[in-house]
């Protein structure tokens, strides 16, 4: 049998496409996240079944104009998040014209925009804490204040592990000599990390100001 005959006759080779295992146990991570997450919304509707008039007395404390407008802020960094994804997914690290031509922003501009973002966010539910314990409203003054705390506090530090997460991707994109898989890679974890803090986020948001 001829050599072309051969290669004729020959199976084709099969290419497998494995999951990424960094984004797969990502996912995973996620998932104990969110089961640690249904349990502070299982206790704040369970003590707020059991004590109603507690909540009836203490939301009025509650801004919701300025908690939309913080909310306002986390969601838009989620889309600037993504755009900075897929600035990383064409392996563009860096803006390719000036500052203000947004259209050429590269992965680093925008994850550094979803920082400031970010930390906005965190600096508003600081100023907020601020304004309710002036009211009197405090983790040991009642079930709601205990709840209120627990919940936007533990997601609190949710979003600051999501900025310090952010440092990791700008620190990594710098010192890169070739911005590559590795590094898209991990921009692109840091924003199944940050996508699922701001869904909770709009999640406590209905729940705590919403549905009084």
Do not use: K
């Not at 996620?30 to 059991?50: H, N, P, V």
């Not at 838009?76 to 755009?83: E, R, W």
């Not at 965190?122 to 209120?148: D, K, M, W």
């Amino acid at each position: 049998m001829s050599t072309s005959t051969a290669a004729i006759s020959a199976p084709p080779h099969l290419s497998v496409n494995r999951p990424n295992p960094v984004s797969v146990g990502t996912i995973v991570w996620l998932a104990s996240e969110l089961m640690f997450f249904a349990g502070l919304f299982a206790m704040y509707f369970t003590l707020r079944s059991t004590v109603p008039e507690v909540w009836a007395a203490e939301t009025p404390a509650l801004n919701l104009t300025f908690a939309s407008v913080n909310t306002l802020v986390l969601v838009l960094s989620s889309i600037t998040c993504q755009m900075g994804v897929w600035a990383a997914e064409r392996f563009q690290p860096h803006r390719t014209g000036r500052l203000l031509e947004i259209n050429r922003w590269g992965m680093t501009e925008w994850m550094t925009l979803t920082f400031i973002m970010g930390s906005v966010f965190i600096g508003g539910q600081v100023f907020e804490y601020a304004e309710l314990v002036e009211h009197g409203l405090t983790i040991s003054s009642s079930p709601y204040g205990s709840v209120f705390y627990l919940t936007t506090g533990f997601h609190g530090l949710h979003v600051v592990g999501g900025l310090i997460a952010f440092l990791f991707v700008l620190g990594r994109a710098f010192a890169a000599r070739r911005f590559g898989h590795h590094e898209a890679t991990t921009a692109i974890v840091t924003s199944y990390y940050w996508h699922f803090v701001d869904v909770v986020w709009i999640a406590l948001f209905f729940a705590i100001y919403i549905i009084r």
